[in-house]
């Protein structure tokens, strides 16, 4: 069978390829089907409508799948629409659709939606379009029949996970996204999930919609055949794993670190993990192998807040954990800060800000600042979108976070060293939470002096005051006028900034979209 697998035009622009294309690709091409690979959205090679749809018809596949994510969403299904109308079957999938089945049928966007884990679905998709199968027979498949919306039994998980083959990344130039043809140009672009499932219960968060809660994890060995297999096949370098908690074995994660080393392969190479799970020894292994950054969903350092999204643990266990970091001197961290929950006042900020600030001052951290998102599916979103106005908030395209960005025709000075805290130029901080005049004015003074200790602890004193100056004097200019704030700056040679900018560059050039789009999204 021909398939064709489309990150569609209208998504979110890609900083990376998506993992789950790379994994449904080597799927099918290990059962000997032909597959195309279209990301519409790489930044140095998007198509538009009539370009993906010339491509389509040019390949001629047996079925087209897509990706369907939260971003964009309005627009992609009035695209989705439109692709039916080419007469080749459309069978979408991916975490908005994980998520609400029945909606992608009743928008009319697909004749099939795949929900769940593909890499089995797939291939019984397969069977189906080759007359092998009925649609009924399939786990993890809504559709249409009789007008009547039909919702399959969701499929079970994949319980081995070692069994599924390697993603295939073959048809994702690194060029395409980072401009280079350096496999090593982008920090994130080698992305590993050793484990799937995450046994927490945050309550801001929807990834266990896909993956459960129920933790399963391939073996050491397999993981570092698939390490090596990269370094053998494109020289890479640089690996991040995207695990939600890959620390959940500990005596497995030693033992990765054991076979690294031995190995004699030199990696830089980046966990996510939750705060509590690091000790001393764990620290130590990570050190032995070459880690360069651990990045921590610590999300708030304040009491109440961590209760009420269960993260489950204290600002107490927070200080203690940092103090194991100061004493192992432990390169680089990175964690997240959401602000802005409907019972958070400017007490709670404050006591953050004071938190962040007793940061031991040995720690060189990246952060970041984000307002909560109340993504379908999750806890937050079901106990507040009646009370505050925001139901089915995704179907409403100004109330989605992408159209509340501002759009920035020349980028502004501060953005060479803001993007990341999202919080200070988003549109009324997203809008879902009716935020007051006053709630607005503690988010941005928050972030501002977070911002402020982020930058101190990267710059020498001199820099550290004209980037907080230039910064703060940007931001206020273009607030006023754009076309002001680029007039004043343009006296300042364009190479000083973006010298200073490549300081911190190297690490968050495409780290903060990760950091917010694993935080808070599917």
């Not at 690996?239 to 030199?266: A, H, M, P, V």
């Amino acid at each position: 069978m021909k398939v064709l697998l489309l990150n569609p035009p209208t998504a979110a622009v890609s900083s990376e390829p998506l993992l789950n294309i790379a994994y449904l690709t080597a799927v099918l091409r290990k059962e000997g089907h032909i597959v195309k690979i279209l990301d519409a959205t790489a930044p140095y090679k998007s198509f538009n409508a009539k370009e993906v749809d010339e491509q389509i018809q040019d390949f001629k596949p047996d079925f087209t799948g897509v990706t369907l994510t939260i971003q964009h969403l309005t627009d992609t299904y009035e695209y989705l629409r439109k692709l039916r109308g080419n007469g080749i079957p459309l069978v979408v999938g991916g975490p908005h659709a994980t998520a609400l089945p029945e909606e992608v049928i009743r928008q009319d966007a697909a004749d099939i939606v795949a929900f769940g884990e593909g890499e089995v679905t797939i291939l019984e998709l397969v069977d189906y379009f080759n007359g092998k199968k009925k649609l009924g027979e399939i786990n993890g498949l809504c559709f249409k029949k009789d007008g009547e919306i039909i919702t399959n039994t969701k499929r079970e998980l994949i319980p081995d996970i070692n069994t599924i083959p390697f993603p295939d990344f073959d048809d994702f130039p690194i060029r395409n996204y980072t401009g280079s043809d350096d496999v090593n140009s982008n920090p994130i672009f080698w992305s590993i999930f050793s484990g799937r499932g995450c046994p927490h219960n945050c309550s801001f968060c929807a990834s266990s919609y896909v993956f459960g809660r129920r933790v399963r994890l391939r073996t050491a060995k397999n993981v570092f055949e698939e390490v090596q297999s990269l370094v053998n096949k494109y020289g890479v370098k640089i690996i991040t794993f995207q695990d939600d908690e890959i620390l959940c074995n500990k005596k497995r994660f030693y033992e990765f670190c054991d076979i690294i080393r031995d190995s004699g392969l030199k990696l830089k190479w980046s966990i996510r993990t939750r705060i509590d799970s690091i000790d001393d020894q764990t620290l130590r292994k990570c050190l032995d192998t070459g880690m360069s950054r651990i990045s921590f969903g610590i999300e708030s350092t304040n009491d109440e807040t961590l209760t009420k999204v269960r993260k489950g643990y204290t600002v107490g266990k927070v200080r203690e954990q940092f103090k194991i970091i100061e004493k192992a001197k432990f390169p680089y961290i990175s964690f997240n800060n959401i602000i802005g929950f409907p019972w958070e006042r400017e007490e709670h900020l404050k006591k953050s800000l004071e938190e962040i600030r007793n940061i031991p001052k040995s720690i060189n951290f990246f952060t970041v600042a984000v307002t909560p998102i109340p993504f379908p599916r999750t806890d937050l979103y079901e106990e507040f979108h009646k009370e505050y106005g925001f139901t089915d908030w995704w179907l409403k395209p100004e109330m989605h976070p992408a159209r509340t960005t501002e759009k920035f025709k020349t980028k502004p000075v501060f953005m060479l060293f803001l993007s990341q805290f999202y919080a200070i130029y988003a549109k009324d901080k997203c809008g879902y939470w009716n935020y007051s005049k006053e709630t607005v004015r503690i988010i941005d003074e928050f972030c501002w002096n977070v911002f402020y200790e982020f930058i101190s602890r990267h710059y020498n004193f001199p820099q550290y005051i004209f980037i907080k100056t230039a910064t703060f004097l940007s931001y206020k200019l273009w607030k006023i006028s754009p076309s002001l704030e680029k007039a004043v700056f343009s006296i300042i040679p364009k190479g000083f900034l973006r010298n200073l900018q490549e300081v911190i560059n190297f690490r968050t050039k495409y780290e903060y979209e990760h950091e917010m789009e694993c935080s808070q999204d599917n």
